[in-house]
């Protein structure tokens, strides 16, 4: 195995930042991180439950002389999938409630670029 040469270029992992000596350190900015659910794939999900559900009880409950399978399934479609709705926003914020209590605080340091102050 070959000793490391002192005349050997230096890899980016080794060189020294250009331009940090003239600049004072950035201070550090406390920071909270978090991961936060997205709003609308609860409220899908809880829309095809509800659905789901209400054409399960249409087609298994007991048949009626007056008004069809169909219409059954599309009255009661309306009102569980309203249902599965409101239970799919519930899911949301106890999801949403649950990655608040789990947010980490942290410092971070702006970094130089486009949009930096």
Same mark, same amino acid.
């Given at each position: 195995?070959?000793?490391?040469?002192?005349?050997?270029?230096?890899?980016?992992?080794?060189?020294? $930042?250009?331009? +940090?000596?003239?600049?004072? /350190? $950035? %201070? +550090?900015? %406390?920071?909270?991180?978090? #991961? +936060?659910?997205? =709003?609308?794939?609860?409220?899908?999900? !809880?829309?095809?439950?509800?659905?789901?559900?209400?054409?399960?009880?249409?087609?298994?409950?007991?048949? +009626?002389?007056? =008004?069809? #399978?169909?219409?059954?399934?599309?009255?009661?479609?309306? =009102? =569980? !999938?309203?249902?599965?709705?409101? !239970? !799919?926003?519930? $899911?949301?914020?106890?999801?949403?409630?649950?990655? /608040?209590?789990?947010?980490?605080?942290?410092?971070?340091?702006?970094?130089?670029?486009?949009? $930096?102050?």
């Amino acid at each position: 195995m070959e000793s490391p040469r002192d005349d050997a270029p230096q890899t980016p992992e080794r060189e020294p $930042a250009r331009g +940090s000596e003239d600049r004072p /350190a $950035a %201070p +550090s900015v %406390p920071v909270v991180v978090r #991961r +936060s659910p997205k =709003f609308w794939p609860f409220v899908g999900a !809880g829309a095809a439950v509800g659905v789901l559900v209400a054409i399960i009880s249409a087609y298994t409950g007991a048949g +009626s002389a007056e =008004f069809t #399978r169909a219409s059954v399934a599309g009255f009661l479609a309306v =009102f =569980f !999938g309203l249902a599965g709705v409101l !239970g !799919g926003c519930v $899911a949301y914020l106890v999801a949403d409630r649950v990655g /608040a209590k789990r947010a980490t605080r942290t410092t971070a340091v702006p970094l130089d670029g486009p949009g $930096a102050p």
